[in-house]
């Protein structure tokens, strides 16, 4: 390689470190914060190229200027009428102001940990603002979640903003669960409570089963009782019409009827079993008397 | 040099001439080198893909559409890709997965499942019962630039969001209303609440679809809960049965009145009948009879006589003395 060539490599190969060393992009994601020897003197919020002093002159620290998410844990609070409630949110935050940020708080995990307790003491003062029924009720007007977590992220805001240059921009619920005993307690009324509505269908059920039943049966001798009613008044006409057919008939001649009904009866009284006592005098056996018979 | 003699005075052409003819190739090398340095820029964007072009870790395009690109090599510039068009799908939600119920059922036993499930994660509704429910999300990247800039973790978000969400709406309905008429409204309401942080928090994503995948009370209580079902059945079961019993009972009643009816009617016509066919038979021998009284009543007594005597048994006494009773048989035809 020619001396010229040497020298054009060495050189580009320079060039290159040197850039290296001073240039620094920064990224649409992030803060940067220069500090020389330690002591913070620029902070960049616009992305772009630019130069500082190579280290260990001057630094170039990162912050993620993103919305950062993360999980409380599962905390036991203290209602305004002294139930218990164990709640678990999210937060959303932010770094608003890196050079608060970097000097306060200095990393991620730091600041998550001073939120955390910021935001968890924040939960405790506002649940124990609100009554049970704000966070559970059937009547819609009365849950005031939302308002509650407005509350928190303000609450929580004025602290981080303040102290941290952070932003909370965000809390929510993301769990809500009893307290071990209350929890297996509602269990049992679960289950105490499906059993009573269980009951009261099937008594229901009885119940109006029965009434069509007495009902039906009431119907049925109603139908029955006029039916018998107007059957006996007809057969009673049948009774009255015939009485009257007879009665003129016969009252024409009153005795030749009594003979005529007395012979019938006769016919049907005497049977095969009656026994018959005539007296040799009798009418009836007149001729078998050899003295008649002449 | 004297020093330099024996093994590196050996060595020392080798050493030369090894690096005479790594300058040589050198050359190439670092041609091929800056060649593919510069190569590096081409890249490409997926069809279902929307590319973000950076320069220095500047946003200079939002929107660098599917294609073959070329970008300057890095450090100047920078592509991020993101799936626009996909669907994503997620679930949201609080219930015991299948795994995790074997596992706690083993842990704690039958009898103790009710602590199990109080570890198990669940929700609360309006009238403090406990339910599991679970959601399928499905959502799609929006906003590119927000969704890669703006949010450090957008799914986690999404999640922590759309659990929320369930919780809040949950909280304010009764457990019936959950399991039957309120499943509809209760995927409204997580939509549109969802929807709203997120959109309110600028994080880039837009939900398509809320489907309650189920919304049910906890094991423990399950057979409680079926039962209640099981009771309105039997209630209609027993109301079906006695009105066939009525729509039974009350034809069968009026078809027994009717019957009732025309016997009497009947009876009334055969008694009318009986008389009038009576009176007749006792008109004509009325007439019979005035024509000839003594004779006409003789004769009918000894008719009489005639048909009942026969099957009577019969004893002759005589009136003159307790002698010679004089017994008489007539043939009566009787055995």
Redesign the interface.
């Known amino acids: 390689m020619s001396r010229g060539a040497k020298i054009i490599t060495g050189t580009s190969i320079f060039i290159l470190i040197l850039m290296a060393l001073i240039f620094y992009r920064v990224d649409v994601k992030e803060y940067i914060i220069v500090t020389q020897f330690g002591r913070p003197v620029k902070t960049i919020s616009e992305p772009g190229l630019y130069w500082k002093w190579p280290d260990p002159i001057q630094t170039v620290n990162r912050f993620d200027r993103r919305l950062q998410v993360y999980e409380t844990r599962l905390i036991e609070y203290l209602t305004k009428d002294k139930k218990n409630i164990i709640v678990q949110c999210f937060v959303g935050w932010r770094i608003e102001h890196p050079l608060k940020f970097f000097q306060a708080v200095g990393s991620i995990m730091t600041a998550e940990q001073k939120i955390d307790d910021i935001v968890c003491a924040q939960l405790g003062s506002v649940l124990g603002d609100y009554p049970m029924s704000a966070i559970i009720s059937t009547d819609e007007k009365e849950v005031k979640i939302s308002g509650m977590e407005a509350r928190m992220t303000e609450g929580a805001n004025s602290k981080t903003s303040e102290n941290y240059g952070i932003r909370v921009k965000e809390i929510g619920i993301c769990r809500l669960v009893l307290p071990k005993d209350n929890a297996q307690a509602v269990y049992r009324r679960m289950k105490e409570e499906r059993r009573s509505i269980a009951n009261k269908y099937r008594a229901e059920g009885k119940e109006k089963a029965t009434e069509i039943r007495a009902a039906a049966d009431r119907q049925k001798s109603d139908i029955l009782a006029r039916a018998y009613r107007d059957a006996q008044v007809t057969m009673g006409e049948g009774d009255a019409e015939a009485i009257g057919i007879y009665a003129k008939a016969f009252e024409k001649d009153p005795e030749f009827y009594k003979f005529l009904r007395t012979l019938e009866s006769y016919k049907k009284i005497l049977n095969k079993k009656t026994t018959v006592i005539l007296s040799s005098d009798s009418d009836l056996l007149r001729y078998l008397n050899r003295k008649e018979a002449k | 040099m004297p020093k330099k003699d024996g093994f590196f005075s050996e060595l020392r052409p080798d050493l030369k001439m090894a690096f005479s003819e790594i ?1 040589k190739i ?2 190439y090398v ?1 041609y091929a080198a800056i060649f593919i340095y510069f190569l590096s820029g081409i890249y490409v964007v997926g069809t279902n893909e929307i590319g973000i072009l ?1 320069r ?4 200079i395009s939002k929107e660098v559409k599917p294609g073959i690109h070329y970008h300057l090599p890095w ?1 100047v510039d920078e592509i991020d890709k993101v799936r626009i068009k996909e669907v994503k799908r997620m679930e949201v939600g ?1 219930w015991v997965k299948e795994e995790e119920a074997e596992k706690l059922k083993a842990a704690y036993g039958k009898r103790e499942l ?2 199990a ?2 570890i198990a ?10 339910m599991h429910t679970r959601i399928a999300l499905q959502y799609r990247v929006k906003d590119p630039v927000q969704f ?6 957008p799914d ?2 999404l999640k ?2 759309v ?2 969400a369930i ?2 709406s949950i ?5 019936d209303k959950v399991l039957t008429i309120g499943k509809h409204r209760l995927q409204q309401e997580v939509h549109r609440m969802s929807q709203a ?1 997120l959109d ?3 994080c880039g994503i837009q939900i398509d679809s809320v489907e309650l995948k189920s919304a049910e ?2 094991q ?2 399950m057979a ?2 079926k ?2 079902i ?3 059945e ?6 079906h ?3 066939s ?2 729509n039974q ?2 034809p ?3 078809a ?3 019957a ?2 025309q ?3 009947a ?6 009948a ?3 066919g ?2 007749k038979r ?2 004509k ?2 007439a019979e ?2 024509k000839s009284k003594d004779v006409t ?1 003789e004769r ?3 008719e ?2 005639e ?3 026969p ?10 003395g307790g002698e010679d009773v ?1 017994r ?1 048989r007539f043939f009566s035809g ?1 055995k």
């Open positions: 300058r050198s050359r670092i950076k220095f870790g500047r946003v450090p609080f009710e602590v499930a109080v994660p669940y929700s609360l509704t309006g009238d403090k019962n406990i890669l800039y703006d949010m450090k973790d986690f978000l922590a969001v659990q929320g919780i809040d909280a304010r309905m009764p457990v942080r309110a928090l600028g009370p906890p423990y209580v409680a809960f039962d209640v099981n009771a309105q039997e209630r209609t079961t027993l109301i049965e006695a009105e019993y009525r009972t009350i069968e009643a009026q027994k009145a009717s009732m009816l016997e009497a009617k009876y009334k016509a055969r008694k009318i009986h008389a009038q009576e009176t006792f008109s021998m009325l009879y005035s009543r009918l007594y000894i009489l006589l048909e009942i005597l099957r009577m048994k019969k004893y002759i006494i005589s009136e003159e004089v008489l009787q």
